[in-house]
């Protein structure tokens, strides 16, 4: 499972106000306790206003990257700020993201296109996110036509089938299953990938949603979640799911995950970002 790690995000209040004190401490304490937590990418989301993005990702990038080497998820609604974050980052990581909407694409696309950069790709486009499978399959076969286009390889993809929030939408986790069935049918090597919680909005106890959303798309293909790495029973569930799912010889991976604490009682600090 490929783990984005989600702690760095403007968006979060005490994340908010470590930006505009530029606590840079707090920060580099975020992206130790997620790289001690067994995360993959490290994302990166300012949520500032566009005319300070850049700057703003700049200094994030250089407080994530002075105390870890995982590869950065940079994260920002803004193509232009993507691509000119990209030069900030020692390694190759993730784009986080592009769709069909405008021109995002092909401001993303151009510039990753002969580099090991990775781009999560969300199937929604200029009228928003499509109601049915089939309308976002349309636009997940328009992604792989532009992925020919720039010779982007699919193995580099990252598709958010894009789930809505199920107290609105019963059919929330079928369709977005049902596009993961689909899309690893027809490219066995793209990666399919989600936040956690958009499904839970608006309803109690949140967190139960969450985990069931997890187990269910995983079994559907999702190999990769935008999500808390420091939640111990989170991470449980996924090591859990990847030994029920085959993935997991003989469950040594669970096995060690128990054994260094990683779930269970974890070894990390907690570090309150609410």
Same mark, same amino acid.
């Given at each position: 499972?490929?783990?984005?790690?989600?702690?760095?995000?403007?968006?979060?209040?005490?994340?908010?106000?470590?930006?505009?004190?530029?606590?840079?401490?707090?920060?580099?304490?975020?992206?130790?306790?997620?790289?001690?937590?067994?995360?993959?990418?490290?994302?990166?989301?300012?949520?500032?206003?566009?005319?300070?993005?850049?700057?703003?990702?700049?200094?994030?990038? *250089?407080?994530? !990257?002075?105390?870890? *080497?995982?590869?950065?998820?940079?994260?920002?609604?803004? !193509?232009?700020?993507?691509?000119?974050?990209?030069?900030?980052?020692?390694?190759?990581?993730?784009?986080?993201?592009?769709?069909?909407?405008?021109?995002?694409?092909?401001?993303?696309?151009?510039?990753?296109?002969?580099?090991?950069?990775?781009?999560?790709?969300?199937?929604?486009?200029?009228?928003?996110?499509?109601?049915?499978?089939?309308?976002?399959?349309?636009?997940?076969?328009?992604?792989?036509?532009?992925?020919?286009?720039?010779?982007?390889?699919?193995?580099?993809?990252?598709? *958010?089938?894009?789930?809505?929030?199920?107290?609105?939408? !019963?059919?929330?986790?079928?369709?977005?299953?049902?596009?993961?069935?689909?899309?690893?049918?027809?490219?066995?090597?793209?990666?399919?990938?989600?936040?956690?919680?958009?499904?839970?909005?608006?309803?109690?106890?949140?967190?139960?949603?969450?985990?069931?959303?997890?187990?269910?798309?995983? !079994?559907?293909?999702?190999?990769?979640?935008?999500?808390?790495?420091?939640?111990?029973?989170?991470?449980?569930?996924?090591?859990?799911?990847?030994?029920?799912?085959?993935?997991?010889?003989?469950?040594?991976?669970?096995?060690?995950?128990?054994?260094?604490?990683?779930?269970?009682?974890?070894?990390?600090?907690?570090?309150?970002?609410?």
């Amino acid at each position: 499972m490929i783990i984005i790690g989600e702690k760095i995000n403007g968006s979060i209040p005490s994340v908010s106000r470590a930006i505009a004190n530029r606590d840079s401490q707090f920060i580099k304490e975020l992206a130790r306790l997620q790289a001690e937590s067994n995360s993959s990418y490290i994302d990166c989301c300012a949520s500032v206003e566009e005319e300070e993005e850049v700057e703003t990702l700049n200094w994030l990038i *250089d407080c994530i !990257q002075e105390v870890t *080497d995982l590869p950065i998820c940079i994260d920002s609604p803004s !193509q232009h700020s993507c691509v000119e974050a990209i030069r900030f980052c020692n390694k190759p990581g993730i784009v986080n993201s592009v769709s069909m909407e405008g021109d995002k694409i092909d401001t993303i696309f151009p510039r990753i296109a002969n580099t090991e950069w990775g781009c999560v790709a969300l199937l929604c486009g200029d009228d928003g996110i499509p109601n049915s499978v089939d309308d976002r399959m349309e636009i997940f076969e328009q992604i792989m036509t532009k992925t020919e286009e720039y010779s982007i390889d699919p193995s580099r993809l990252y598709i *958010d089938p894009l789930v809505v929030t199920l107290s609105t939408d !019963q059919d929330a986790l079928l369709t977005f299953a049902e596009c993961c069935r689909r899309i690893k049918k027809a490219y066995p090597d793209i990666h399919l990938t989600s936040g956690l919680s958009n499904i839970s909005f608006g309803l109690p106890r949140r967190k139960h949603i969450n985990k069931a959303f997890l187990v269910l798309a995983m !079994q559907a293909g999702m190999d990769s979640a935008i999500l808390d790495p420091t939640n111990s029973d989170m991470l449980g569930i996924i090591y859990a799911t990847n030994a029920l799912l085959k993935n997991d010889d003989y469950c040594l991976e669970y096995i060690q995950a128990h054994r260094d604490g990683v779930i269970g009682k974890s070894k990390a600090k907690k570090l309150s970002t609410r």
